[in-house]
């Protein structure tokens, strides 16, 4: 499929290796070169609607665990 297809689709899913899963399968469909592009974990609090100290009570080594 043409680079727009994909553009303009989310795919949701819950477990980080589901997640490896779904881009090997997509990645082995395009053409080119793969590249690595690394994410940076934490926790995203909205000002107001959370509690600013859930930031610091989820670890980072657990959010890494997530897809294990």
């Known amino acids: 499929p043409p680079t727009q297809y994909f553009t303009d689709r989310i ?3 819950a477990r980080n ?4 899963d779904i881009n090997n399968q997509i990645l082995g469909r395009m053409p ?3 590249i690595t592009c690394y994410s940076v974990d934490s ?5 107001g609607a959370d509690d600013p100290s859930l930031a610091d009570a989820i670890p980072v080594e657990h959010l890494k665990s997530l897809g294990e």
Not at 17 to 20: E, P
């Open 17 to 20: 290796n589901d997640v490896d």
């Open 32 to 34: 080119g070169q793969a």
């Open 11 to 13: 795919i949701l899913a």
């Open 43 to 47: 926790v995203d609090i909205e000002r």
